[in-house]
Structures are given as C-alpha cells and as structure tokens.
C-alpha cells in the first residue's frame, strides 16, 4: 500500500479538480497466508492480499455521501471520490456524520512489531508436526478434524481534507487445533485451544498442543449431571465470549437505536457486584492486534466501562459522541451507517468479598470451559441466554467432565450474582480476564447414562 501522504496527495489534486472541499478516507490492506492439514498431508493452502477503501464526501448541504474501493491509486481514488460525491445528494440529513474532533490528536506510542512472513512450507511442517504430535499423544485421539496455521499483515490508513493523516502496520500470526476421539461405547469428544502472536516465531505451537492434549482427555471419561441450580465458574475465554454477545450493554449506537438492554439514563447505576471490572482497552500489551485509531481517525484508548459493578462509560463513535454530549472513544466504523464495536475487553477484580473461593476445596460446582452457538442461544435484546459448554464438575479439586448440558440465564442477573473474581488473569486473543464464579445459574443435564 502506498505511504498514506501520497494517497493524500492524490486526493487533494483529484478533489481540487471534481470542486470537492470536504471529504476523508479510510483504508486497509491485509496479506495473509493460511494451511490447514488431514492426517499428515496439506489439505488446503489460502494466499489473498485484500485491499478495503472508504470514501467519504460531504456537498455545500452537508449532506454526505459514501463509496468503497479497492484502489489507491490516482485513477481509483478520483473515481470514488466522484461517486461519493454523487451519493451525497442521497445523504441524510439529520445526525450527519463529521470529523472526529481528534482526528489529528497524537495517538498512542505502542511497539507495532512487524514478524518476518514465513513461507508456505514452513507453516505445513509445523502444522503436520502439530497434529502428529496430538495423534500420538492419545489412543483415543484419531483426528485433528478442525486445525489452521496463517499469518497476516494488515496495513491501515485515515486522512482527511483538514490535514489528518495517519498510518500503522502490525502483523501477527495463529493456530488453532481441535481434536476428535474415538472410543467404544463411548460418545465422541472434541476439545481445543488457540493461540495468536505478532509473529511465526514467536507463536506458542507447543502450548496449544498441550492444552488441546489436556483438555481433550480430560473430557474421555465424562458423566451425565442432573438439572438444577448451581455455583458455575466461568473459565476466562468463556466470560470473555458472555460478555461480547452482550456488548450492547455497553455500545452508543444499539443503544441510540434502542437495540439495548441499557438506555442513556443507565449511567452511573449499579449493573453487576461491585467485584466486577471492566475495560475496553485497546492499547494493552498483550493485544496482538492492537490499533492505535478506528477508522474514524480518533485515537484509541482504555475505556472504564464497568467500575465497582456500575456502569461507568459507553463505546462511541463521533455521531453517538455528539448525540449523547460524550466525547468519541475511538471505537467508530465508518461505512454506510458509522457503527460502534469494542477492541479488546480487560476484566478484573474490583471490591472483594469477605469469603475467598477455590477450585481446590470448593464442592460441586460447574467449571465451563467454552461456550458453544452463542449466535442462537443469546437472545441480546431480551437479555436471555441458554448455551451449551464443555466443562467440568469440581469436587474438592477433582474434575469430571459433563456430558452434554446447557447453561441458561440472565446476563443482568448474572452479573449481579457474581460472588467472587478470582485475583489471577489469564491472557486469551479476545481479551483478559480471571476465572468468574457466578451463583445460582441454571444447568440442564442430560439423563444418566453413557449414551
């Protein structure tokens, strides 16, 4: 991709000729490489270099009109531009879109590292190693059915027609395994684990076989639970994933839309224990894909959403920001509707209790490890769950893997029923968080029964 200041010189001059004065561009360009494998040969390889252009064009009404692109250069740029210009007789005209007013604010300083790309080969050999590795670990692991190794590097760039200009690169690499046993007179069990890193090299392959291993033979010898109310622990990735499949808690537009649990007036009212932490903090160390603006060009920083268990802040964009008298978070997506998403969620111990919990002595209670079709059993509008997990029942530090059960709830009730947060995190690709125990939650067992 070309340096952002000669996308910028090619839209002054293409702007200049089409009698546009006011317009902004955001840009990105991802080179990514993926493999995956079956039983020790490659079964697919995937190369693509994807280029995604924005351009925004306000006319004399201010009224604004948006195009995409996949061109930056001079012939690209001056036909998006007159398209856009075009559209914006289309525009709205009511809650318009403008510059943030920190598009030229300086952003933060952070360590964009930039991995060296290995070739295709190298990712095949590792990822055959990898599932060599999970096959012979187990006698009842017969395939890796669901596995990938690839690496991106993704270039980004925002400018506007009052002088901001902004530009970053960072790269990164992944693996996922996913195993799937066989054994007699047993059902099927699968488990995973996933790991990401700025580069090949640094990609922790070992400890994602280990964890896989792990897990996938903790889950061999499972039993039927019965149903009814218990003391669940939520494992980091899995509050992780509650959490976002209810980030409308939290996000300006759904609730500008009324697509929210919260309304404007939640400001400020207790939502969870006061144990309970949250931030959105883009800018944090161990986020690989950390970005130091949205694609509005406002700087991105650490967001208090929950503090003490009361909601502190919201996510916004430059539109939801002016609407609601706050200030932009940087968490805005330009496109034909700007909308508003999180970054990474950081989610810690706030106010603690007077009683302490542990796995180690604690008896009965339900250890969910992941959580599986949260794309049809959240209802985020009504504020409902009912989802399947694997997971464990933990007894004095013994665990036993659950056959298949659901856990189902309130998610308002859920973050009121907190007890306790435990005082270690744990880093995952989605965010950071501690293990969560969570009092009272519905669990539907199945009969007893090897099945």
């Known amino acids: ?52 252009v924005i351009v925004r064009v306000w006319n004399d009404n201010n009224q604004v009109g948006v195009t995409s692109t996949t061109d930056v250069d001079p012939v690209g740029l001056e036909l998006a531009l007159k398209t856009a210009k ?19 604010a300086p952003t933060a300083e952070v360590n964009s590292e930039i991995g060296e790309q290995a070739p295709v080969s ?22 890796v059915p669901y596995n990938g190794l690839g690496q991106q590097e993704v270039d980004r760039f925002y400018l506007n027609s009052d002088g901001a200009k902004r530009q970053e690169s960072r790269s990164y690499a992944s693996v996922y395994l996913y195993t799937k046993t066989e054994q007699e007179g047993k059902k099927p069990r699968s ?16 400890g994602c076989i280990g964890e896989a291993i792990e897990k996938t033979v903790s889950h061999l010898d499972y039993k039927a639970i019965p149903t009814g109310k218990y003391l669940v622990v939520f494992a980091p990735r899995a509050f992780l994933s509650i959490i976002g499949a209810f980030s409308n808690l939290f996000n300006a537009q759904n609730i500008l ?29 161990a986020n690989v894909s950390a970005e130091t603006f949205d694609s509005e060009g406002t700087p991105t920083r650490r967001v208090e959403l929950i503090k003490n268990g009361v909601l502190a802040n ?17 968490n805005g997506n330009i496109g034909a509707k ?14 603690t209790g007077e009683r302490n919990y542990s796995l180690d002595t604690a008896e009965n209670v339900i250890l969910v490890d992941s959580l599986h079709a949260l794309h049809a059993g959240v209802n985020s509008l009504q504020g409902s769950f009912s989802l399947p997990f694997d997971g464990w029942l933990v007894n004095k530090g013994e665990r036993i893997s659950v056959d298949s059960a659901t856990v189902a709830g309130d998610i308002l009730t859920l973050l009121k029923s907190i007890v306790y947060i435990e005082p270690e995190e744990e880093i995952t690709p989605s965010g950071i968080s501690p293990r969560v125990w969570v009092e009272g939650l519905s669990i539907t067992g199945e009969s007893a029964g090897e099945g």
Not at 122 to 138: G, N
Not at 270 to 284: E, P, V, Y
Not at 338 to 351: D, K, M, N
């Open 314 to 330: 919201f996510l916004h964009s430059t539109i939801t920001a002016k609407r609601m008298n706050a200030s932009p978070t940087g």
């Open 1 to 52: 991709m070309p340096k952002v200041e000669e996308i910028a010189n090619y839209a002054r001059s293409s702007a200049e000729s089409l009698g546009i004065s006011k317009y902004d561009i955001y840009g990105s360009s991802v080179d990514e490489t993926d493999v995956d494998v079956l039983q020790g040969e490659p079964k697919q390889v995937q190369a693509s270099n994807r280029s995604s």
């Open 338 to 351: 700007v909308t508003v998403s999180p970054h990474y969620y950081h989610i810690f111990a706030g106010e």
């Open 257 to 285: 839309d009324k697509q929210s649990l919260s309304t404007p007036e939640s400001l400020g009212t207790q939502i969870a224990a006061s144990s309970l932490n949250l931030c959105d903090d883009a800018l944090h160390p």
């Open 86 to 104: 075009e559209a914006s007789e289309f525009g709205v005209k009511e809650n318009v879109p403008d510059f943030s007013p920190e598009a030229i």
């Open 191 to 206: 488990a995973g684990a996933f790991r990401v890193s700025p580069s090949l090299e640094k990609l922790d392959i070992d």
């Open 122 to 143: 190298t990712l095949i050999e590792k990822l055959l190693d990898a599932e060599k590795s999970l096959l012979s670990a187990h006698p009842a692991i017969v395939g």
